[in-house]
Nanobody
């Protein structure tokens, strides 16, 4: 059973940085993809970024490109989302999701069937 545990959220001032972690466990399939998503109060879930574990291919939502960086540590089965120059509008619950057996990633939540519990990111002064 795929398990995903996010961590690293918190309160940060505008312009600050955070690094979110997504620890993945429960399977040994050689390739899978991880996506990061976020949902602000009263808003729909939004795709942020994704990474293909096997080849490292990454993809970003246009509005996050240049500020957010997704990376992986295959040895630790962990995916990171480094966020810099944070803005109040980045405030949301951030979720990671996995799809086992998929080679190419996307930021469409419908492409994922395993989700973490989320971590709160609040950007405020």
């Amino acid at each position: 059973q795929v398990q995903l545990v996010e961590s690293g959220g918190g309160l940060v001032q505008p312009g600050g940085s955070l690094r979110l972690s997504c620890a993945v466990s429960g399977f040994t399939f050689p390739y899978y993809v991880i996506g990061w998503f976020r949902q602000a109060p009263g808003q729909e879930r939004e795709g942020v970024s994704c990474i293909s574990i096997r080849d490292g291919y990454t993809y970003y939502h246009d509005s996050m490109m240049g500020r957010f960086t997704i990376s992986r540590d295959n040895g630790e089965n962990t995916v990171y989302l480094q966020m810099v120059s944070l803005k109040p509008e980045d405030t949301a619950i951030y979720y990671c999701a996995a799809q086992v057996g998929r080679r190419s990633c996307s930021i469409n939540g419908l492409d994922y069937d395993s989700w973490g519990q989320g971590t709160q990111v609040t950007v405020a002064s």
